[in-house]
Structure formats: structure tokens, C-alpha cells
């Protein structure tokens, strides 16, 4: 009888333990049970990576964006169609999944941003690791500021269902910018100076050149350009040998990673610009080069367009003619081969597509847009000079140009410089997903300073393309999302939606 | 004699007004019966009036508190009709030491009453007699013209009753019967005896003389079986309650051939709703007490089995396969003494953050003092399918179907209809298959349970094990149960009690993987509607025969090839102990278990049609799951019971209770089976996906209180509170506080009131409650991450990254606030009792999922928005009760009798409010979800269809390209035309899309009612017990294909009345392949009245009589046949109006979609006792 009068004195017993009710996760991952070790944290800066690998960043959608509406590209295909004809609605699915996956990887770098700071490991790792966050998030926000203007700003991780931390309203794009900056200038510091697979202080640098330009802080840019500069990269000796992006250069400064053959997702792309025999289904492909672009660039001298030779099956059928940045595939006979196959196609991702399965990386940013970005940052300043043209005249002669000199018509005024700036990078770096990021950067730029003028910018397309033919500055940005609208009730559309 | 009011109320004896009813006084005490009779001489001194008057005022107390008090302090059970005692009060008597009898003989003779003592512990408390002086009356039992009687008791059913009080009226002389019921004694000639017991009415007997062949059969007593109440932590009697509690007694959950009690709970308590939704043997039961309240919680209400909490989370049974498991069929409906539903909120907020949905409260037999009894219940039946549906033959078949393809301008399939031969050379037919013939065959029910219960003063027990077993009447399915289970209670010395509940099963559920599937997931109940009958069940080769046009499965095969075989042992129990630390201060202490293990192992063979043109070397498939589960619970409570100045009577509950559960769940699964000789996964080539295993534990820890007070048992008052902290909320949000408060006012008990007339009882009550459900995600709190994304790290390293899967929430439980208001109303000497309540029920701060922004960045399934779970809008349930139990006719001593058990209940169900979500303009609207075909919306009840509603069939394609564009095209000549009933700008546009769609029906009843009616007469009995449903709406989404008209399946023979050019005075539009104009989508055409009355159960039964019985060696025998399901009234189209596909669910209700077809039970069988 007294033995029983065990269970009410177990139980104030269990009381007084009070972690009854503490019952976590057991079978999840949760901030309470992980970041205890370097491998955790390796696996949190490595989920981050992998958001811009998703279809809504570079895996697909970043680089349709960038590209289809521009004069560089066209297609036959419907899921381009809205980009390639400045259609887009807010349920554009490009205009949907590249907010959503820019802010999945905001997300997860603000998890490593609040939880690695604690974690007991290699001090020197630890910070580069806080340094490839910022960078990740800086590169996010980017993406987001440009395309969609004034945008919540998340630096924290989402953790809670609770609507105030939930429905943020939008922060205005020049804070949006200064925490970019701010991020990028702490990761600079933080991130090492070279990592062939991961971002490194001169991708911080190269990424805050492209922003300040975007910015029209030209003496910024210029500071962060020469940051990179100083550290004597050269570019890769042949343009050719640039692609497929494989981490091979020394000029390659950030690019995304695909390796299917390691339990990685891979390469969309390829299949999806490629025709066949290289893509492994035929269909209208995305980014199809224009005959703007090809009529523009000169296809005899710049090796960067220059035929290279004949593209052959290995049963020895004619596929197409090899232009460097793009194949000639009018009359391609490879077997299985129909309309969709012929025509030009962007060929700067060369590998078999392999069933959506690709093992080419994307660039993200080059040493050759940092010449170039320093440059037209030294010519909106003080117009042409010697210095600008040293590092325009490298990206020149690496395309097989002729050097420039203070004689040369392009020297003749910062017009005329900043029309051969916006030629070679146009030429430089087609189909690569800039294109219409720098088409509206000049529309801006005009509109800011109606004396800055450019030889296109995004509103000339705009006319062009849209039913009615009129400048609508409105489609300077995408909208918001409707799926983030339909949630989110602080938030009011871009206007013109 | 004189109602003297006396500052001493002595001496007070009322003429006895109240007939024959008997009061069970003792709460938790001990029911004692035995035979051993102890004559007792009583002084019965007559204390003089001045000799107390000289005395200091002394206080008086009630004279039933009194003896309610010394039956506790004894443990002895002191019987007397209510009426003797009354309200009679003597003097309070002070503690002393001293004989229970020493006691009774200083207080009785105050108010002319004397006693006697039966047997041990067993007193009777009489009238004393007017004129007998100071003499003994029991000396004059034993005078010499005293004639000696005999005979035996027993109850309606036969069986012998032990412990009845025989007495010779108006004396004390008396015995009580023995363990199989037999009396004897002497008494004087031409005397009357009264002969009673707890639960049944008194009866009374005049004997002229000498007899042995005393034959006494005592009738039930409704209104005394009601009397205790068990409402949580404690009992009330019926009288003093003031919150709405139904009880439900053993004979009426025993009485039906199911598998568990909440089956057999259908149609006995008003305000309780309970569906079978679906034929599935074992399956889940949808019980909704007052209405759904959650949008997204479980919905079901908590059952206390023996004082321990069980929530069934039907879906958390599943591991593997499709079946829904019932955790509460652990218990053998035979094994139940008492079920009370705690209905309104004042009753259930003892039980806290988990009674918003009502608490069930199960009580299991226990055992009685006596010799050791032994039962044994069997009955065996066969089940059928109640009905078939109407589908077309061959030719009918192989003409729609060339019309369906020629009307899309397409070849005909059948060359000739008339002789549609398989377009198989090897298996030309022509065949005429009926696949439901195929499908479904007659089943046998079975039931066995043997119990042996008794017990001595101090131990108590009951044992019971049994056996059931239900095979399915489709092909491969069935359920089957062992049960074992021990009630034991003992009393370790005068304060100290203890004893164990156990409750224990193996249950075992067959069934195919594929039965309640879709059907282009080869469910087998579509599949035996829309196989076409064209093809054989097996081609001569021994295939399963498969349907040319469109690859679909063969329902037999399906069946026959694909097993799930689910084993599940479960212990629901609890070890206690009692110690009485003051006369009225009571400490109980607890240790319950809820354990539950399920594994399961699905298997589809080689043979299974649906991979049959797979590649060989993967045919043949295995999954295994393992789920183990293991919820303990320790509580300890403190009852004081105590009676202030006679008429204040106060008892306080003070508790304390710590539930916690952990459960581990495992599984695999393999293909590649080389045969199907091993059907286990070891047998298997391959494995499939990663092996998984899981665990995940919460808690409960829980305080509550609670005040039960009367004055004078007329002014009646409970106040309760429970604070529960759960461990499924954030540490903002973790306690929830759950105050009552109930009022009653006994009418029937004021001066005021007529006494003895037709009304013997009268009581109104009002009561108001918070009750809480927190039955979200147990660690939805957490914010979870999970491993598995990658990205090439440096050199060659491949680091998996950590992605987000579950955002963190900070909810809170939502709360139901419950107004009740209620009358209780006995009439005729309690031949007719009648329940009235009205409530309404309140439900704030709901949970549901909602759509969170992308810029939270959260895991973003492909597509579309993250969720969370919040507490958004705002349910009410409204609705009345009444419940009416009569005894029509009085069958005493094997005359006819007749009683009717009728209940009604009519509950409103509405959506108040559901939050607010952005419109494609980004402006607020009122949220929805809409899940084809229901939809919840504030200001509709929850479930209620939504879809588009149908104008009429087009007669030409002239008048079509008149007509609003539907699916983007001109509807044709016998397309059905839709209504137009607004566009984006809120009027009427000109095309038929989502802006057309409204409320097109109500899954909700307006009512439900369940009326039994018992017959008996001599042994035997009748009870007929109709139950219905009244007002719902069904959405027959199995109509959209048999009636679909659009492919290769089979249809049913409402399409023979199609449109054609011909035939235009139809409702059936035209065949047409793949259906253009959108014929079949959701709209008021599949929507259906399910009201329906149905023969819930017939039952005949005879009761052998006794001495027949006993030539057998039997003390009773009970010989009965029952049917279930005999006839049902409906309007319903489809196999049953009593169905749901989404069982579980509070939002999609009333759907009939492949849902397993219920059956019509006959069964035969017998109890007997020996």
C-alpha cells in the first residue's frame, strides 16, 4: 500500500524535471540539434549554392529572362512567348519562380548568417563560410532589386507563422541596394581569394562593379573593379576555350555548378537552346540567337562569332556550322533532326543535353566583364582615356579586334566610347543572361540624365515589341508575382499591372 | 403523523408519495450482495423530545447525507426506498468510534425509521412500524403461524439475480436472494412481499400461504440504470446534474453485429452523429458530437476508456497502404457496461485542450460480489451486398460506346453491337461479364465471448476474452479481433483500495491495397462498376482479362493480387489505487498505458494486372511498415465530499494529470519478386527508395479543479477549470485555461411544486464551457530542415545541403465556447423521461493552413506557396436535443411490455468567418478553399458543394452557338448547358468558367434521429430500431463516370435515356468522347438528397425460461436472431446514403466516390449464463 503512493511522488517528481513538455523533433533537422560542427555547416553554405541552381535562377529561368526579351534572341517557343514578346503578367511562370527561388536562397543564407557565427569549428572557414552567405544573398537580392524594384528585405530566416514577421512590406530598392553593397564589401573581406567551385573575394568584387554600374556610382565601380584588376587575372587566351563553362579559366570569377554524375541535379539549359544531336528532344528552343545579333556581330573577324568549322555527327552527317558563340544549323541532316533543329542556336553550352542532365556550368561573372565594367565606369566619368582603353583594348584583342588608340573614331568622345563599351559587351557576353539587365540599365540611365544616351536601350525594345509601340517605362520592371500578391496583403502591384 | 418542521425536523415521516424507484446512493462504494443473512435485534429506544431540547441546539443534518456518508466511511451499502427516507434530517451525529449498526440504531428511531442488517455490510432501512410498540418485529418472524415461501429472481432477460432485498412489507423481515437467485424464509400468511434491487423496479408479491414456486422476474428501471453518471474524474447522479451528458447502457451497444462500440453508438444518443462511411471491415467510424467545429482538425472526440485519455488518429495508424485502421475496435462492444457523451462545454472542460469535439466516456463491466459467473455470447452471420447497381450488358455497352465514339466523329469500336466480340482473337467471347457479381460475394460475420466475473467482499473481477471476425464481401478483405480483458478490484484494508483495468487485442485487417482507390488508380469498387462487360474476368489462358480500349484493371485481379495485411496489438489500461485519507478527503493515483503496435506487409504479386505488361524481371512488389506507439499517462486526484449544515452539499476535485506519447515508425519496400511464393521483402530483387524510419513524441501535462455544489439538491451548481500545457505549442502559447460553469434548478423540488402528481421530476440547466483542440501537426511548432540537396563543394567533394521543410509556428489551440441550456423531465413514475437541450457552440482561433508569401523564402513545393498553420476564423454549431424514453406499457411478470428509446437531433453548421486572401487585384476577399466538390466559405456550413449548375440540355447546334461558350466552345445539340450566373464584373459574361460556380448543396443534415422500440412478452423480445438522416446532400461522384458517357468504361443503364435527335425529353446529355463541352464536370447534376430511414437493426429474441434453462445446467439462455440494415428508405442512387470517401475528413463530407459498399447482416445468436 505505501509503494503505491510511489506514483504520485514519480510523477511531481517528473514535475519538477519540467523538460516533460520539451519534446523536439527527433527525426527532423532543427537550429536546436544541428550547427553543433563544420560538416553542418558546410551542408547549410552548400543548401545555399544549390538555390541558384534551381530552374527559377540560372537553371533555367534567370537565363530566359535575360535574354528573351532582348534583341539578342528569339523563339518559337510558348513558355518564352510572354518574356519574348514583354507580355508578362504577374502569373508569368518566369516572373513567378525567379522571385521564388531568389528568396528560397535569401532564406537559407540568412540561416547560415544566424546560426554558423556559433558553430564551433575552423575560425578561418567559419567566416569564409559567412562570406559565401552574404555574397549568395547580395547575389539574390540583386536579381530581385532589378527585376522587380522596391522588394522586402529578409535578413533573417523565416521560423515562424506569425503574419507581422511573415507579410513584410516592400523596403525600398535604395536600401535593398545598400544592404547588397553592405553584404558584398563584408564578403569581400570574409570570402578567400580562390575557390575554383565557390565564390571568392574577386566575385564579391566583380558582382559590386555590376551593381554600382547598375547604380550609376561610377566611381565606386570603378574602385571595386580595380579591386579585382589589381590582382593581374588574365583572361582565358582564346575565347573558345571559355566554353562550355568548366571551371576551367583563370577569367572565370563565379559560375554555377553542375555535376548530375554526384547525386547533383544538372544542367537544363543545354537541352533547352541546343538542337538535336546535341539536345535529346527536339522541340522550339529557348534563346534562338536573332538575326539582329547575328547580322550585328561580325562573323569574319571577332572570333568571338567567327566560323570555326564544320559541326559533324560521328556517323559524319552535316550538323551545322560552328560560329563560336553560336552554331549555323540551317541545313542540319543529323538523324532525328526536323524544323526545330534548324536555324541558329546559341552555342556557348556545347555538351550533349543528356535528358535535361547537363554537366555545363553557367557563368555568372567573368574578369572580362570587370574590364569592361571598369571602363565604361572611367568613361561615363571622364570620358575616354588611355586607361579605358588598356582594358577595353584586352576583351578586344582576346576577340581577335585590333587595339584601339586615342586615334581610333571610338575614342572620339565619351558618346562614341561608350558606344563601343556597350558593343563589346553585347558581343562579349551574349546569351549569357545580361543582356536585358544592361538594356535597362541604359533605359534608366537615359531617363536619369536624358544626355546619356545609348545606342538601345530596354524601352526601345518595349516599343518595339509590345502591341501599341509605346515607351512604357512600367515594364522597366516585372511585376510581383501573383501567388506572392495573393498572400501577402502588405503589398501593393508594381504599377502598370 | 404530522409534517412537523421542528427546529429538530423529529420525528418527521412523510406519507411515502413516490412510488417504487430506487436511489443508489453510494458513488464510488461498493455494491455488495451476498446471501448471508444476519438477523439483527435493534433497540429501538425513543429518545424524549424534552430530553433533547434541554440540550444546546444541536444542527440536523439530511438523513441520506448522513447514511451516503456512513456507507463511505463503512464501506457498507445501506438499500431504502427513496421515499422512506426522503428528506428527512436528524440530529448531526459526531464522530465516534462504533458499529455501522450501533450508528443506525442511535439516528433511525429520530424519525421513526428502523433497519436491519441483511448480511455483512448489508443494511435495509424501513419504515418502522406504527403499531408495534418496542417488540422486535423480527421476533415475530420467527412465530409458529409463519408459513414458509421460496422461489427465485431473476432479471428481463432470465438470467438469476443475486443480492435481491425480499421483505415482508412494512417490517424488517426480509433476506436477500442468493448467487443464483433462490430465496427462502418464513413469513406471516396473507403477507405482501416487496422484492428490489439497485437497477430494477420494485415489485410486490401477496402470498396467502405456503409456497415454493415463487417465479419473480424484475423489469429494468431506465431511469435508476441513468442514475450515476460518469463525467470525468468522478460521477454525479442523474438528478444533481447540470450539464448535458446522454448515456448509452451495455444492452443497447451489445444488441448490433459490429465491430466496435462507436458503430453501435449510431442512432442512441441525440447530438451524437455517427457515420460508417464507408463498408471497410475494421474501418475508421466518423463520430461529430454537436457538429463539426474544426475546418482542419481531427474532428473526432475524445474517448476516456477506463479513465484514459484515446484520441483516434485514424491516419496515424497507416503506415503503409490505404487502410484506415480503428484503434478503438480494441474493445469488445460486450465487454462495455457504459458509454456517457459529455456533450455540452461545461462537461467536457474537464478534459480540456482536447474536448472541443465532445468527450466519450467508456465504462467496462465489473465485476459483483458473488458466486463466479460465467457468459457466453456467439453469433454468427452472413453479410451481403445490400444492393447493386443498375449497368449496362454487353450490347447495351457496345452501343453506347460506338454512339460515344461516332459522336466525336470517330470509327465505332464494335463492328456489330449486337454481337460485340473481344477484338482479341485469343478470347472472342462474347462475354457478358457483371463485375459486381464478380466482385463482391456473401461473407460470414462471427462473434464468440466468454466472461467470468464475481467476487468477494474484497476482490472483485471480470475476465473476458472473445473473438470476432468479419470478412468483407468484396473479394480479399476482412477483419478479426482477439480481445482480453481483466477488470480486478481490491480492497487492501478499510482506506485502501486499488485495482487494474486491462484491455488488450490482436486485431488483424485483410484487405487489398487497391479497394477504395480512383480508378485510374485501379480502385476496385469503380473498377467493378466501369469494367466493361465485354471482357472475361480470365482469358482462357488464365490472365485476368483487360480492357481493350482503355488498359484499365480488372477489379478481381486487383483484389485477388494485391493483399495488405495489417496486424495490430493494443493495451488500454490502467493500474490504480484509493486511499481514503479522511473520512471525506479521498486520494486516487493512476497509471494508465495506451499502447498500440501495427505492422503491416502489402504484397502484389506477379500476377497483379496493373504491372502484368511490366518488365518480368520488377514484377511482384512488397512493402513493410512498422508502427509502434506508446502513450502513458499518471494522474492523481483528491475528492472531498463533504455535507455543510444539511443542505449545503459540496464536493471539490483537485487533480493533476501528465500524459505523454513516443511513437516509431519504420518501413521498407522491394520489388523484382521472382515468385510470389515469399510474399515478404526479403524475397524482393530490388529495394525502392530508401528504408525509413521515423519517431516523434508529445506531451500533455495537465491541472484541473473542479466544484460541485447543491443546496438542498434543489439549487444545483458545478464550476470546473483545467489549465493544460501541451508541448505541440510554442512556450507563449503553451497553456491553455478551460473554465466551466453549469447551473440547475430542480423545479420539482420547491415547496411550491405539485408533489405526487404526474410530474415526478423536473430540472432545468444551464451551462457554458471553453474547450480546446490542439490536434495540429505535433511538431509544427519547430522550424525542420532536412538533408539532402547538393552542390559540388571543393575538388571533388559532394557536401549534401540542409533545406527548410516546416516553418516554425506560433499558434495557439482553438477554442470552443459551448452554451447549453437544457430541460430534464420525468413523468408517470418515470415512465417517461424526456431530455431537452439547445446549444450553441462558438469555435474561435481555428487552425488551417494558409498560403504564406514566396519572399518568405520558405520550401516551396513545386509551384505554388508555402503553408502555415494559423489560427484564422470562426465556426458556430448551433442546434437542439431531444431525447424521450417512455415505458409504454408495463411488462411485469412476463406481461406484454413495450419501450420506446427516441431521439432527434437538428444541427446548423455555418462558417462565420475564414480570414481574408488577396484577389487577383490584390484586394482583400473573403478566403476560400475549394476542394472539388466542396468548398469552405465563411457564411456556408462547412462542406458544402460547389460547382455549376445545370440549365438544361441544348437541342440543336443552333441554339448552342447562342449559348454562353462552355469550355471555350458553343455547346452541341445534347450537351448539357450550364447557368451563367456572373463573370469577373459580377454579371452574367457570356462564358461558362469558374466565376459560375455557386453553392449547389449541403452535406450537412438538418437532422438525424434513432428510435428503438423493445417488445417482450413472456421470453421474448423484439426490438426494432430505425435510425435516419434527414436533409443532406451527397455529390455521387461515381455518377460522373457511369454516367460519363465520354470513354471505354461501363455505364449505368440511366445513360439508355441519352439525348439523341430522337430522344430529347431527357436530363442524360448526349455520348461523347472525351467530353468537349465539360458535361461531367462538377455541377447540381451529381448532386443527390441523401436523407434516408433506415431498419437499423431487427432483433427477435427468447429467453428460454428458467427452469428449462437449468435442466441445461444453465442459469439463462438467450436465443436471438438479428438483422442489420433490413430495408433503408432512400432516394440515394447509389449503393449507400450512408457514405463519405473522405472519412477523416471535417471539409470534404458526403462524397461517394469508389467508396467500399455497405452490407445487410443477418446473424443468429445466443447468451447464456451458467
Request: net charge neutral.
Amino acid at each position: 500500500m505505501k509503494k503505491l503512493f510511489i506514483l504520485p511522488v514519480a510523477g511531481l517528481a517528473l514535475l519538477a524535471g519540467c523538460n516533460f513538455l520539451q519534446k523536439e523533433p527527433l527525426t527532423n533537422i532543427t537550429p536546436n540539434n544541428f550547427f553543433a560542427s563544420g560538416d553542418d555547416a558546410e551542408a547549410s553554405i552548400t543548401a545555399v549554392y544549390d538555390a541558384l541552381q534551381g530552374t527559377g535562377a540560372y537553371g533555367q529561368d534567370l537565363m530566359t529572362m535575360g535574354e528573351m526579351p532582348t534583341d539578342n534572341c528569339t523563339s518559337a517557343n510558348n513558355d518564352v512567348n510572354q518574356l519574348r514578346t514583354i507580355s508578362w503578367t504577374p502569373t508569368t511562370s518566369q516572373v513567378t519562380n525567379v522571385y521564388k527561388q531568389a528568396y528560397l536562397g535569401v532564406n537559407r543564407a540568412n540561416v547560415v548568417l544566424k546560426y554558423v557565427p556559433t558553430v564551433a569549428m575552423d575560425t578561418a572557414r567559419r567566416s569564409q563560410i559567412q562570406g559565401e552567405a552574404r555574397f549568395i544573398r547580395a547575389l539574390c537580392y540583386f536579381t530581385l532589386v532589378r527585376a522587380y524594384g522596391d522588394v522586402p528585405l529578409r535578413l533573417l530566416p523565416t521560423e515562424t507563422s506569425s503574419p507581422s514577421e511573415i507579410n513584410l512590406p516592400r523596403t525600398a530598392a535604395a536600401d535593398v541596394y545598400a544592404q547588397i553593397v553592405a553584404d558584398l564589401q563584408r564578403a569581400a573581406i570574409q570570402m578567400p581569394a580562390s575557390n575554383n567551385n565557390r565564390a571568392t573575394k574577386n566575385s564579391a568584387n566583380a558582382l559590386l562593379t555590376r551593381v554600382q554600374l547598375t547604380q550609376r556610382n561610377w566611381a565606386a565601380a570603378q574602385a571595386s573593379a580595380n579591386k579585382v584588376i589589381a590582382n593581374n587575372i588574365p583572361l582565358n587566351s582564346t575565347f573558345k576555350s571559355l566554353f562550355p563553362a568548366e571551371n576551367k579559366g583563370p577569367e572565370s570569377l563565379f559560375e554555377i555548378q553542375y555535376n548530375p554524375g554526384s547525386g547533383d541535379g544538372g544542367n537544363l539549359i543545354p537541352d533547352e537552346i541546343l538542337p538535336l544531336p546535341y539536345a535529346t528532344y527536339s522541340y522550339a528552343k529557348f534563346n534562338v540567337p536573332s538575326a539582329d545579333i547575328i547580322a550585328f556581330a561580325d562573323t569574319v573577324n571577332d572570333r568571338r562569332w567567327a566560323y570555326n568549322g564544320r559541326l559533324q555527327t560521328s556517323g559524319g552527317l552535316f550538323v551545322g556550322r560552328d560560329h563560336v558563340s553560336y552554331v549555323d544549323a540551317t541545313k542540319n541532316q543529323a538523324s532525328g533532326a526536323n524544323a526545330n533543329d534548324r536555324g541558329p542556336f546559341v552555342f556557348k553550352w556545347t555538351s550533349i543535353g543528356n535528358g535535361f542532365n547537363s554537366t555545363d556550368n553557367n557563368y555568372v561573372l567573368r574578369y572580362a566583364e570587370v574590364l569592361l565594367g571598369y571602363a565604361e565606369a572611367v568613361n561615363e566619368q571622364t570620358g575616354p582615356s588611355a586607361d579605358v582603353l588598356a582594358k577595353l583594348n584586352l576583351v578586344r584583342q582576346r576577340a581577335g579586334l585590333a587595339a584601339l588608340t586615342a586615334a581610333s573614331p571610338q575614342y572620339a568622345s565619351k558618346q562614341t566610347m561608350r558606344n563601343e563599351i556597350e558593343r563589346q559587351r553585347r558581343l562579349e557576353f551574349a546569351f549569357e543572361g545580361e543582356r536585358w539587365w544592361d538594356l535597362v540599365r541604359y533605359a534608366r540611365h537615359t531617363l536619369a540624365d536624358p544626355s546619356a544616351v545609348h545606342t538601345i536601350t530596354a524601352l526601345d525594345i518595349i516599343a518595339a515589341r509590345r502591341a501599341g509601340g509605346t515607351r512604357d517605362v512600367n515594364f522597366l520592371l516585372f511585376p510581383l508575382p501573383q501567388a506572392e500578391i495573393n498572400t501577402n496583403p502588405q503589398l501593393k502591384q508594381n504599377p502598370g499591372y | 403523523m404530522t409534517k412537523s418542521l421542528t427546529f429538530l425536523s423529529w420525528p418527521t415521516a412523510r406519507p411515502a408519495c413516490l412510488a417504487a424507484g430506487v436511489a443508489v446512493l453510494h458513488l464510488l462504494g461498493t455494491p455488495a450482495h451476498a446471501q448471508i443473512l444476519a438477523l439483527n435485534s435493534v433497540a429501538h429506544q425513543r429518545v424524549p423530545a424534552e430530553a433533547l431540547r434541554t440540550v444546546r441546539a444541536p444542527k440536523t443534518v439530511l438523513l441520506k447525507t448522513l447514511l451516503k456518508q456512513w456507507e463511505n466511511e463503512y464501506h457498507a451499502t445501506i438499500f431504502y426506498e427513496s421515499n422512506v427516507v426522503d428528506n428527512k434530517r436528524v440530529a448531526e451525529q459526531p464522530a465516534a468510534p462504533g458499529t455501522l449498526a450501533d450508528r443506525l440504531a442511535a439516528v433511525l428511531p429520530q424519525v421513526s425509521l428502523q433497519f436491519k442488517e441483511l448480511r455483512i455490510n448489508y443494511f435495509v432501512v424501513v419504515n418502522a412500524p406504527v403499531v408495534a410498540g418496542f417488540g422486535s418485529p423480527t421476533s415475530s418472524a420467527l412465530a409458529a403461524d409463519n408459513v414458509p415461501v421460496s422461489g427465485r429472481v431473476t432479471d428481463p432477460k432470465g438470467e438469476p439475480l443475486p443480492g435481491v432485498t425480499v421483505l415482508v412489507k412494512g417490517t424488517t423481515n426480509g433476506t436477500s436472494t442468493d448467487a443464483t437467485g433462490n430465496f427462502s424464509l418464513s413469513v406471516p400468511e396473507n403477507s405482501t412481499l416487496v422484492f428490489s434491487s439497485v437497477g430494477f423496479k420494485t415489485q410486490e408479491l401477496a402470498v396467502t400461504g405456503a409456497t415454493s414456486t415463487i417465479a419473480i422476474r424484475l423489469s429494468d428501471d431506465q431511469q435508476a440504470l441513468n442514475e450515476v453518471v460518469v463525467v470525468g474524474y468522478g460521477t454525479q447522479t442523474r438528478q444533481e446534474l447540470t450539464t448535458a451528458v446522454t448515456s448509452v447502457g451495455a444492452a443497447q451497444i451489445a444488441r448490433q453485429p459490429v465491430a466496435g462500440f462507436d458503430q453501435a453508438l449510431q442512432g442512441q444518443a441525440p447530438g451524437v452523429q455517427v457515420t460508417t462511411p464507408s463498408g471497410t471491415p475494421g474501418g475508421g467510424i466518423n463520430v461529430r458530437v454537436r457538429g463539426n467545429s474544426s475546418v482542419s482538425l481531427n474532428g473526432s472526440p475524445l474517448y476516456v476508456i477506463d479513465g484514459v485519455p484515446v484520441l483516434p488518429t485514424y491516419d496515424q495508424e497507416i503506415t503503409n497502404g490505404n487502410q484506415r485502421a480503428n484503434p478503438l475496435n480494441t474493445i469488445n462492444p460486450n465487454d462495455i457496461e457504459s458509454i456517457d457523451v459529455l456533450k455540452d462545454g461545461a462537461a467536457a472542460a474537464i478534459y480540456g485542450v482536447r474536448a472541443a469535439n465532445g468527450v466519450v466516456v467508456i465504462t467496462t463491466k465489473r465485476g459483483k460480489v458473488g458466486q463466479a459467473q460465467v457468459g457466453l455470447n456467439v453469433y454468427y452471420g452472413r453479410q451481403y451486398l445490400r444492393k447493386k447497381l443498375d449497368l449496362l450488358n454487353s450490347q447495351q455497352f457496345a452501343k453506347e460506346y460506338n454512339e460515344i465514339l461516332t459522336n466525336a466523329g470517330r470509327a465505332p469500336g464494335f463492328p456489330d453491337p449486337n454481337n460485340p466480340v473481344n477484338s482479341d482473337p485469343a478470347n472472342p467471347g462474347p462475354y457478358n461479364t457483371d463485375w459486381q457479381d464478380a466482385t463482391y460475394h456473401p461473407a460470414s460475420i462471427q462473434s464468440y465471448q466468454l466472461n467470468v466475473s464475481g467476487g468477494t467482499e474484497k476482490t472483485r473481477y471480470y475476465v473476458s476474452g472473445g473473438y470476432f471476425k468479419q470478412d468483407g464481401i468484396s473479394l480479399n478483405s476482412g477483419f478479426d479481433r482477439y480481445n482480453f480483458k481483466v477488470n480486478l478490484e481490491q480492497s487492501v484494508s478499510d482506506r485502501f483500495r486499488m485495482g487494474l483495468n486491462l484491455n488488450t487485442s490482436r486485431s488483424h485487417t485483410n484487405g487489398s491495397t487497391r479497394s477504395e482507390l480512383a480508378l485510374g488508380n485501379s480502385g476496385t469498387v469503380l473498377g467493378a462498376l466501369t469494367q466493361i462487360p465485354t471482357i472475361p474476368v480470365r482469358n482462357a489462358n488464365g490472365t485476368y482479362g483487360t480492357n481493350p480500349f482503355t488498359l484499365s484493371d480488372n477489379p478481381v485481379g486487383d483484389l485477388l493480387e494485391t493483399s495488405n495485411q495489417a496486424i495490430s496489438y493494443q493495451v488500454i489500461g490502467n493500474l490504480y489505487g484509493e486511499y481514503d485519507i479522511l473520512k471525506s478527503l479521498k486520494l486516487r493515483s493512476s497509471v494508465g498505458i495506451d499502447f498500440r503496435t501495427q505492422n503491416e506487409n502489402a504484397f502484389y504479386s506477379r500476377n497483379y494486372p496493373g504491372t502484368a505488361n511490366a518488365d518480368a524481371a520488377t514484377r511482384g512488389s512488397g512493402n513493410t511498415a512498422l508502427s509502434q506507439q506508446v502513450i502513458w499517462l499518471q494522474e492523481n486526484t483528491l475528492t472531498y465530499n463533504k455535507t455543510f449544515n444539511d443542505k449545503h452539499n459540496l464536493t471539490l476535485l483537485a487533480g493533476e494529470s501528465m500524459q505523454a506519447s513516443d511513437r516509431f515508425t519504420s518501413g521498407a519496400g522491394t520489388k523484382g519478386f521472382p515468385s510470389n511464393a515469399v510474399p515478404y521483402i526479403s524475397a524482393g530483387a530490388t529495394v525502392v527508395g530508401i528504408p525509413y524510419s521515423y519517431e516523434e513524441q508529445w506531451a500533455l501535462l495537465s491541472f484541473f479543479g473542479r466544484a460541485i455544489y447543491n443546496y438542498d439538491e434543489r439549487y444545483l451548481a458545478t464550476v470546473s477549470f483545467r489549465a493544460d500545457a501541451s508541448s505541440r505549442f510554442s512556450a507563449a502559447n503553451r497553456f491553455g485555461y478551460f473554465p466551466a460553469v453549469a447551473l440547475g434548478w430542480r423545479v420539482s423540488k420547491e415547496s411550491f411544486f405539485p408533489q405526487g402528481g404526474k410530474i415526478s421530476d423536473l430540472k432545468v440547466r444551464a451551462s457554458f464551457g471553453a474547450n480546446g483542440n490542439q490536434e495540429i501537426p505535433i511538431y509544427s511548432r519547430f522550424s525542420t530542415y532536412s538533408l539532402g540537396n547538393n552542390y559540388q563543394g571543393n575538388g571533388s567533394a559532394i557536401l549534401g545541403g540542409i533545406t527548410q521543410n516546416g516553418i516554425g509556428n506560433n499558434v495557439k489551440w482553438e477554442t470552443t465556447y459551448q452554451y447549453n441550456a437544457g430541460i430534464d423531465l420525468s413523468m408517470y413514475d418515470n415512465r417517461l423521461t424526456f431530455t431537452f437541450d439547445i446549444y450553441n457552440k462558438h469555435t474561435v482561433d481555428l487552425l488551417t493552413q494558409v498560403n504564406i508569401p514566396l519572399s518568405t523564402g520558405a520550401p516551396v513545393p513545386s509551384g505554388s506557396n508555402a503553408t502555415v498553420i494559423q489560427n484564422i476564423g470562426t465556426a458556430e454549431n448551433k442546434g437542439i436535443e431531444i431525447g424521450l424514453v417512455t415505458t409504454n406499457i408495463q411488462g411485469n411478470n412476463g406481461g406484454f411490455g413495450w419501450t420506446t428509446n427516441f431521439n432527434i437531433t437538428g444541427n446548423r453548421n455555418k462558417l462565420l468567418d475564414f480570414g481574408t486572401q488577396a484577389d487577383a487585384t490584390g484586394n482583400q476577399v473573403p478566403r476560400t478553399n475549394i476542394n472539388d466538390p466542396n468548398i469552405v466559405q465563411a457564411g456556408s456550413p462547412l462542406g458544402s458543394f460547389y460547382g455549376f449548375k445545370v440549365q438544361g440540355i441544348v437541342q440543336s447546334d443552333a441554339e448552342g452557338t447562342n449559348l454562353p461558350k462552355q469550355n471555350s466552345l458553343a455547346p452541341k445539340a445534347g450537351d448539357i448547358q450550364f447557368q451563367d450566373i456572373t463573370g469577373p464584373n459580377g454579371k452574367p459574361d457570356g462564358v461558362i468558367d469558374n466565376y459560375d460556380r455557386t453553392i449547389i448543396g449541403n452535406p450537412n443534415p438538418k437532422a438525424f434521429a434513432g428510435v428503438t422500440n423493445n417488445f417482450s412478452y413472456k421470453g421474448i423480445e423484439l426490438s426494432v430500431f430505425f435510425q435516419g438522416s434527414f436533409g443532406n446532400d451527397i455529390y455521387n461522384q461515381n455518377r460522373s463516370i457511369t454516367e460519363g458517357q465520354t470513354t471505354a468504361l461501363n455505364q449505368s443503364t440511366a445513360v439508355l435515356n441519352h439525348w439523341s435527335p430522337t430522344n430529347t425529353n431527357t436530363n442524360i446529355p448526349r455520348p461523347v468522347f472525351g467530353d468537349p463541352n465539360g458535361n461531367n464536370r462538377v455541377s447540381d447534376r451529381f448532386v443527390e438528397d441523401g436523407s434516408y430511414v433506415r431498419l437499423k437493426n431487427l432483433t427477435l429474441a427468447y429467453n428460454l425460461p428458467v427452469g428449462i434453462a437449468k435442466h441445461a445446467a444453465l442459469k439463462s439462455l438467450r436465443v436471438y436472431a438479428t438483422t442489420q440494415n433490413l430495408i433503408t428508405w432512400t432516394h440515394y442512387s447509389g449503393y449507400d446514403p450512408e457514405v463519405s470517401a473522405d472519412p477523416l475528413s471535417n471539409t470534404s463530407i458526403g462524397r461517394d466516390y469508389g467508396v467500399y459498399p455497405q452490407t445487410r447482416t443477418y446473424t443468429l445468436g445466443i447468451n447464456a449464463t451458467f
